[in-house]
C-alpha cells in the first residue's frame, strides 16, 4: 500500500524544547490523522483532522491539516520525557474499508 | 473513542505450528476490522480487512491461506498465522473503524 512521507525520520531533543514533524503525500486525502505508539504497544490516536487548512489543538500537541490536502504537520509543545515515541500520521481518503495509508513514522527522543 | 483489545499480548512458538490471535472490540459492534503487521523500526501494512460474516478481504501479496481471518461475530475477529516460520515474526495489530480508527494494543509473534 501506498505509504506518506514523514520527516523528520528521527529527533533528538532537550526537555522543554518545541518539537515540529510533517507529512507529505503526492496524493489528497480528505482526513489526516497523527497517532504516537509506544514501544511493544499499538498506536494511539492523538489527533484527527478532518477539513482543509484546520488547526486542531489537543493538550500541548497542534496539528494542521494543509490548504493542498498532501500534507499536515504535528507540533508538540514543551516536551516532556513521556512524549518519547513514535509519531505516525495516517491519511484517510473516503469511506472505504481499506483507506488508511500511514507514515513512515518519526522517533522522537527526549533528554532530560 | 473504541476500546480494542487483543489476546495474546506476546506469544512465542516453534517453526511449523499455527498461532491464533484475536481482536475484540470491546465498546461497539464492528462489522470491519483490520489486521496490521508491523516489523521493527518500520511502519504499520495492512494486511487484511475482516468483515463480519463474509470473507476477509486480503492486500495484495499476502498469501490469505496463511494467515486466515475469522469474524465471526460483531465483537471478534481472529487471525491465526498457519504454519509459521521465522520470518513471520512480527508485531500484529487490529483495529477498528469508528469515526476514525482505533488500535488494538498489538501481539508480539515470535516463531523460533
Known amino acids: 500500500g501506498q505509504q506518506l512521507n514523514q520527516s523528520p525520520q528521527s529527533m533528538f531533543i532537550q526537555e522543554g524544547e518545541d518539537v515540529s514533524m510533517n507529512c507529505t503525500s503526492s496524493?489528497?486525502?480528505?482526513?489526516w490523522l497523527w497517532y504516537k505508539q509506544d514501544p511493544g504497544e499499538g498506536p494511539v490516536l492523538l489527533i484527527a483532522?478532518?477539513?482543509?487548512?484546520e488547526l486542531t489543538s489537543n493538550g500541548r500537541l497542534t496539528a494542521q491539516f494543509g490548504i493542498t490536502r498532501k500534507d499536515s504537520f504535528l507540533n508538540i509543545s514543551a516536551s516532556i520525557p513521556s512524549d518519547v515515541g513514535i509519531y505516525f500520521c495516517?491519511?484517510?481518503?473516503?469511506?472505504?474499508?481499506?483507506?488508511?495509508?500511514f507514515g513512515t513514522g518519526t522517533r522522537l527522543t527526549v533528554i532530560p | 473513542g473504541a476500546v480494542v483489545s487483543q489476546h495474546p499480548s506476546w506469544v512465542i512458538c516453534k517453526s511449523g505450528t499455527s498461532v491464533k490471535i484475536e481482536c475484540r472490540s470491546l465498546?461497539?459492534?464492528?462489522?470491519?476490522m483490520f489486521w496490521y503487521r508491523q516489523f521493527p523500526k518500520q511502519s504499520l501494512m495492512l494486511m487484511a480487512t475482516?468483515?463480519?460474516?463474509?470473507?476477509?478481504?486480503?492486500e495484495q501479496g499476502v498469501e490469505k491461506d496463511k494467515f486466515l481471518i475469522n469474524h465471526a461475530s460483531l465483537t471478534l475477529s481472529t487471525l491465526t498465522v498457519t504454519s509459521a516460520h521465522p520470518e513471520d515474526s512480527s508485531f500484529y495489530i487490529c483495529?477498528?473503524?469508528?469515526?476514525?480508527?482505533?488500535f488494538g494494543p498489538g501481539t508480539r509473534l515470535t516463531v523460533l
Open positions: 483495529s477498528v473503524r469508528w469515526d476514525t480508527q482505533y
Open positions: 483532522l478532518y477539513k482543509a487548512g
Open positions: 465498546d461497539f459492534q464492528a462489522t470491519t
Open positions: 475482516s468483515n463480519e460474516g463474509s470473507k476477509a478481504t486480503y
Open positions: 496524493s489528497i486525502f480528505n482526513t
Open positions: 495516517a491519511g484517510q481518503r473516503g469511506t472505504g474499508a481499506n483507506n488508511l495509508f
